[in-house]
């Protein structure tokens, strides 16, 4: 049932958070795209606007004057009031637009905060908003009306376009500052006469006119939203590069660190016989494509010829938009802490199942075991089948079609060879497998999976969701396993080799299994304190993507420095987790960084999961699964370290992602209590 926002009148919200939720675009998750500086403009506008209303400023065609400087406690208003009350001379309101803009990303930064805080909107991962199905109730024109705030907003609006109805001086602002922002259009069905009324409509209020007067005349300054020259971007030499430790140790994330801090935030390396290749590396870069990268730069371009070679086209990592979006949202249940947690007695049963094949005394190549153990729980969750026999087929043919297709470092035949057309054939047998499990009687009283997402998906739009990308979504889904997997070889490596916090995570293991297999609720701050911590400190060392490729559609300048249309960008959004400036002594494994006072990972240059819209969409179900793995091995053995000079330095396999080099083994030193299953 929809929430209720008790007490909140449309005269609760400022003019700035009804231009948000004006702007708002729920088929994108995002707001209408409106270029930087005209939002800026715009936003600043709104607040101006509503410091008039609130008495605290007046505003005519030739000034902008203070009336009232008392604050009104609205965090996105009273610094600029008290600007503008600090200022000496008096000054007109294009003036405060020009002066204010820039400030204008932390005013909506405040304003998302407070529409979510109040249940208005929904956040969700990879910077999407949608409205929050509560009731919001108002009258208009006598008549008590429900829906949500956003269409509230809309539809008063609406009205005050449509009708002859007289506006509130409140609706002649919106509408002069969404007008000025040009996407009427692209809210309302536009005629004519209703393009007429608006235009009459802006003329109505003076406070409205002059601020979208003054709106107006700062969007056509462009020298404001680029630099008359932009720096050119500097090149690393090659021996610099090779003689980095980082590019003999294979971690990617600290050599992209070091890069940074000595070349800047935007650089390019020229490979030889290689087109150069631009990298985006830094604190402000991270923010960049968090916040603005959607509307410069697209995913699709470089993934086309990858998704190819499963007969694929449109899947999830190579959307932008809308369609992204959409698919986003629909398998986001698949991939969520709720759904594994529904599942957390498969997801024991079938570990113990496999660490029942550890033996004391042996040692296991660290990248197969952790691979092993947990498709052995992935593969039965996500597609309903085993899949152990097929992973190794599965990954190569994969990592060799990324090699080609994505990296450029081999050519098209060596895809074709026949080791690799033998590989191939195991996407056939996985597609079988999975169409034979997932029938209406073998799926009766079953868990939902994310095959049954993804084939009900199918049959309700197979235009958008067509069977030809089936083949690529179950196997990536599968793949996923192997990330995983080599993400918990390096938290593994990690605990193994520092025995004081392998310790304290043993004890909370067998504080939280002494009563039993935990649940999902049991997973608390408190309970799992150090193991918590311990696992944020792995993802900051051992991210295992180093980075994203996009094209630019669109030319940008990032830090002054131009990105024109067409040119692949590689963003190292984990570089930062080795800076210095970001994370003091970025070196040293410390899990203190996490706590209150020092809250080391609230910003941008804490990047593990990816920045932006494709920030990865399974976050909660790999922390989850990865503090249960984790807890569950602390809790039945102790593993030591082999070749044991790893526990000082371990050396990488950084490509198509980072995982430990091949020579690193888990010897099992002791079994710690009996396994049941």
């Given amino acids: 049932m929809a929430n209720t926002t008790e007490g909140l009148t449309p005269q609760s919200l400022s003019l700035t958070e009804e231009l948000i939720l004006m702007l708002l675009n729920e088929e994108t998750g995002y707001f209408h795209q409106v270029p930087g500086w005209h939002l800026n403009c715009a936003v600043v506008g709104a607040v101006l606007a509503e410091l008039s209303l609130r008495s605290r400023i007046d505003t005519d065609l030739e000034s902008l004057f203070l009336v009232d400087e008392s604050e009104t406690g609205r965090p996105a208003l009273d610094p600029i009031l008290k600007e503008i009350a600090a200022e000496s001379v008096q000054r007109n309101a294009q003036y405060w637009i020009e002066r204010l803009a820039p400030r204008a990303e932390s005013i909506i930064d405040s304003v998302l905060d407070r529409l979510v805080d109040l249940k208005i909107l929904e956040y969700h991962d990879g910077e999407f908003w949608t409205l929050a199905p509560t009731v919001w109730r108002g009258e208009l024109s006598s008549k008590s009306e429900e829906g949500t705030a956003g269409q509230f907003i809309k539809t008063r609006i609406s009205r005050v376009i449509f009708t002859d109805e007289i506006p509130d001086p409140r609706d002649v602002i919106i509408i002069c500052l969404v007008n000025t922002c040009d996407v009427f259009r692209f809210i309302f069905q536009l005629d004519d006469e209703a393009e007429e009324r608006i235009e009459f409509i802006c003329k109505m209020d003076l406070i409205g006119r002059s601020l979208a007067s003054a709106v107006s005349q700062n969007l056509a300054g462009p020298a404001l939203r680029r630099p008359a020259l932009a720096r050119?971007?500097?090149?690393?030499?090659?021996?610099?590069?090779?003689?980095?430790?980082?590019?003999?140790?294979?971690?990617?994330?600290?050599?992209?660190?070091?890069?940074?801090?000595?070349?800047?935030?935007?650089?390019?390396?020229?490979?030889?016989?290689?087109?150069?290749?631009?990298?985006?590396?830094?604190?402000?870069?991270?923010?960049?494509?968090?916040?603005?990268?959607?509307?410069?730069?697209?995913?699709?371009?470089?993934?086309?010829?990858?998704?190819?070679?499963?007969?694929?086209?449109?899947?999830?990592?190579?959307?932008?938009?809308?369609?992204?979006?959409?698919?986003?949202?629909?398998?986001?249940?698949?991939?969520?802490?709720?759904?594994?947690?529904?599942?957390m007695d498969q997801l024991y049963n079938q570990g113990r199942k496999y660490m029942a094949s550890l033996t004391v005394g042996d040692s296991y190549r660290a990248t197969s075991m952790c691979r092993e153990m947990v498709n052995a729980q992935l593969s039965p969750l996500f597609i309903g089948v085993d899949t152990q026999d097929l992973m190794d087929d599965l990954m190569a043919y994969k990592e060799r079609a990324l090699s080609v297709h994505v990296a450029k470092l081999l050519p098209r035949f060596t895809l074709n060879t026949p080791g690799m057309r033998r590989r191939a054939k195991a996407l056939d047998t996985l597609m079988q497998r999975v169409q034979d499990i997932h029938t209406p009687a073998q799926r009766a009283d079953s868990p939902r999976d994310l095959v049954d997402d993804y084939l009900s998906l199918h049959a309700s739009d197979p235009q958008f969701l067509p069977e030809s990308n089936l083949l690529f979504s179950f196997s990536a889904a599968l793949i996923a396993s192997v990330y995983l997997g080599d993400t918990f070889s390096l938290v593994v490596y990690a605990m193994a080799s520092q025995p004081d916090l392998y310790a304290r995570i043993q004890a909370e293991a067998d504080a939280l299994f002494a009563k039993g297999d935990p649940e999902r609720e049991d997973f608390t701050p408190a309970n799992i304190d150090v193991t918590h911590r311990f696992l944020m400190e792995c993802m900051r060392m051992y991210p295992i993507v180093s980075m994203s490729i996009r094209n630019v559609m669109n030319t940008c300048v990032v830090e002054d420095y131009e990105l024109p249309m067409g040119e692949r960008i590689h963003i190292a959004m984990?570089?930062?987790?080795?800076?210095?400036?970001?994370?003091?002594?970025?070196?040293?494994?410390?899990?203190?960084?996490?706590?209150?006072?020092?809250?080391e990972h609230r910003s941008p240059g804490y990047a593990p999961y990816g920045l932006g819209t494709h920030k990865c969409l399974g976050t909660r179900w790999m922390e989850l699964h990865l503090a249960a793995n984790l807890l569950m091995l602390a809790h039945y053995f102790t593993i030591e370290v082999s070749p044991a000079k790893y526990n000082h330095k371990l050396r990488f396999s950084p490509f198509p992602s980072l995982k430990p080099s091949k020579k690193l083994k888990f010897r099992i030193s002791q079994q710690r209590r009996e396994l049941f299953t």
Avoid: C
């Fill in 232 to 343: 050119k971007i500097p090149t690393v030499s090659l021996p610099k590069l090779l003689l980095n430790p980082h590019s003999r140790d294979g971690n990617l994330n600290a050599l992209f660190g070091n890069l940074a801090e000595e070349y800047g935030p935007v650089f390019q390396i020229r490979p030889p016989f290689s087109k150069p290749m631009i990298f985006l590396a830094g604190l402000e870069t991270n923010r960049w494509v968090h916040k603005r990268g959607r509307m410069y730069l697209r995913a699709r371009d470089y993934f086309s010829d990858f998704e190819k070679v499963y007969g694929a086209s449109g899947v999830l990592p190579a959307l932008d938009g809308a369609d992204h979006f959409r698919l986003r949202r629909s398998l986001s249940p698949a991939y969520s802490a709720v759904r594994l947690g529904g599942q």
């Fill in 574 to 599: 984990t570089a930062t987790h080795y800076m210095s400036e970001v994370f003091p002594d970025p070196y040293k494994f410390d899990i203190d960084r996490y706590l209150p006072s020092r809250h």
